[in-house]
């Protein structure tokens, strides 16, 4: 089962991709740097959820 983490950090890492080649095609750093740092969170929580999972697996 996925755990409800990946499919978040999975939407953020997304969301992320889209704002950085948005302020990258508009030339907004800040936005682009923020996209960046979105990606990361997405990333992380996504791989947060999938231990998380890996763990309950291995607990039943």
């Known amino acids: 089962m996925v755990d409800k983490n990946e499919i978040k950090g999975g939407a953020k ?8 080649a948005v302020g990258s ?5 800040k936005m682009e740097a923020e996209g960046k740092a ?3 969170e997405g ?5 947060y959820g ?3 999972d890996a ?6």
Do not use: H, I
Not at 13 to 20: D, I, P, Q, S
Not at 25 to 29: C, D, I, M, P, S
Not at 43 to 47: A, F, G, M
């Open 13 to 20: 890492e997304a969301g992320g991709k889209l704002k950085e």
């Open 25 to 29: 095609a508009l030339g907004n750093e």
């Open 38 to 40: 979105d990606q990361l």
């Open 43 to 47: 990333k992380t929580q996504k791989n």
């Open 50 to 52: 999938k231990v998380k």
């Open 55 to 60: 763990v309950t697996d291995q607990t039943r």
